[in-house]
């Protein structure tokens, strides 16, 4: 097996973040062509901004919010990759020196002094997979607009799912204009506390349009998305009838004493890309 | 649809009313959670980096390349609701933002005659080519978070909470 190359990773890692940074996922826009014949009014209006907003972004490689966020990078080595020495930090290096190529906000203090906002560092998470030659890289721009909404909650194990239900609902109720609506609402259960928040980041990648293969889960998917819908929110809280883009949910086997549920919330401005490093 | 351009008159103001669209034209300053810290302890020694009567806040922080500015959308307001009253006190008559605000934020708008409006979130490189000009006029150490005087055109709005103390949310 051949090894690995780091200037073409370094390569990868600044086209993610253009990728994720510069226009809008092509899934998530031709979501909002959708509700842009659905919606009245302001909320019309705004949504028409959301797709020019988009354009320009795209066509003029500006950064789609000026909130680039924290960038999280998800990397999935094959088993039979060998990762060379210091690696992690030289994938957060080459984020921090691609955020800072492409002019995208500073915008990470230290967390108690609060100050001298610069690139980095982001955060990277490591997993093993079964496709042995190769590595995925998968990157998410987190704003805080919507991540400060995010909650968890610890559940008794005979909680209801009509009880859960409920809990998400109010999630989203609560993140409200605030967050940036139309939201894309991921949802992890089970696991450990910090089990069910990566699952629930890590639905963010999923295309918008999909379904979960488990039945029962699409079911719930489905469902909920409805539920949330009633709150008509609209575009930026301005009333209507779209209220969220996608719901997804993912799970994870959990303990006997309890049910770990984590709801991330994600703005309109989903950012995400994904590159397979072949080897 | 109504114009709104900068200087301010009152008059204006009170006409505005919940859920209408405002186009703005004119000067707005930047501001977000520790500019706002910032200006308060400023002020409190008696300094006052800009004129803050009669003024228009943004709440934003800015992207730049080459000396422009290419990403400038709103940032959550009710972060600064509890800095409202003293900004409102020294003057300031119209906060931009996006999102709800604490209930006690339409008493003051009422009280001291303001208003807050809501611009898109999430659309940074539209509101971008809105800017016509730009300069940094306090407390640059703080980068984005900067307070930078942005000269706009044709900047789209909504009125969120009126000089009466309605509010949509």
């Known amino acids: 097996m051949k090894r690995i190359d780091l200037n073409k990773i370094k390569e ?54 000026q909130d680039t966020g924290i960038p999280i ?26 955020y ?64 859960i239900e409920e809990f998400i609902v109010s999630c989203v109720k609560t993140a409200g204009p605030d967050a940036c609506p139309p939201f894309i609402i991921g949802i992890g259960i089970g ?45 930026m809280g301005l009333g209507g009838k779209v209220t969220a883009l996608g719901v997804k949910i993912e799970i994870y086997p959990t303990h006997i004493a309890g049910l770990p549920v984590c709801v991330n919330i994600n703005c309109h401005a989903l950012r995400t890309s994904s590159i397979v490093y072949k080897l | 649809m109504k114009y709104l351009r900068t200087p301010l008159n009152e008059e204006q103001l009170n006409a505005l009313n919940i859920f209408e669209e405002v186009i703005f034209e004119g000067t707005l300053y930047t501001l977000r959670d520790r500019t706002h810290q910032k200006l308060w302890s400023n002020i409190q020694s ?55 605000r604490a209930p006690f934020i339409g008493d003051l708008c009422r009280k001291y005659k303001a208003v807050y409006m809501i611009t898109c979130g999430g659309c940074g490189a539209y509101l971008a080519e809105k800017i016509k000009n730009f300069r940094c006029v306090a407390f640059p150490q703080l980068g984005p978070e900067s307070i930078f005087e942005l000269e706009v055109k044709e900047f789209p709005l909504v009125v969120a909470i009126d000089t009466k103390g309605r509010s949509i949310y």
């Open chain 1, 73 to 98: 990078l998800f990397v999935d080595i094959g088993e039979d990759v060998v990762v060379p020495h210091r690696f992690k930090s030289f994938l957060l290096k080459s984020l921090e020196s691609s």
């Open chain 1, 12 to 65: 990868i890692i600044l086209n993610l973040v253009k990728k994720a940074n510069f226009g809008l996922r092509s899934d998530v826009l031709s979501k909002l062509k959708e509700i842009y014949n659905v919606e009245r009014g302001l909320s019309k209006k705004f949504v028409g901004l959301l797709i020019e907003n988009a354009r320009i972004s795209s066509k003029n490689q500006l950064p789609l919010c």
């Open chain 2, 46 to 100: 008696g300094k006052e980096p800009f004129n803050l009567k009669n003024s228009c806040i943004y709440y934003c922080g800015p992207v730049f390349r080459d000396k422009k500015i290419i990403s400038c959308g709103p940032t959550t307001s009710s972060r600064m609701d509890k800095f409202v009253e003293f900004l409102l006190k020294k003057g300031v008559k119209v906060m931009i933002g996006k999102g709800k």
């Open chain 1, 191 to 235: 696991g450990t506390s910090e089990k069910a928040c990566m699952l629930a980041k890590k639905t963010l990648f999923r295309n918008i349009y999909d379904s979960h293969p488990d039945k029962k889960i699409a079911s719930l998917e489905k469902k909920l998305l409805e539920k949330i819908n009633r709150l008509n929110l609209g575009v």
């Open chain 1, 100 to 163: 800072q190529q492409l002019y995208l906000r500073n915008s990470i203090v230290s967390p108690l002094i609060r100050r001298n906002p610069g690139w980095g560092p982001g955060e990277v998470y490591f997993d093993i997979s079964s496709n042995k030659r190769q590595i995925k890289f998968s990157l998410l721009v987190k704003g805080f607009g919507s991540e400060n909404k995010t909650v968890l909650k610890m559940f008794n194990p005979t909680v209801s799912w009509s009880q």
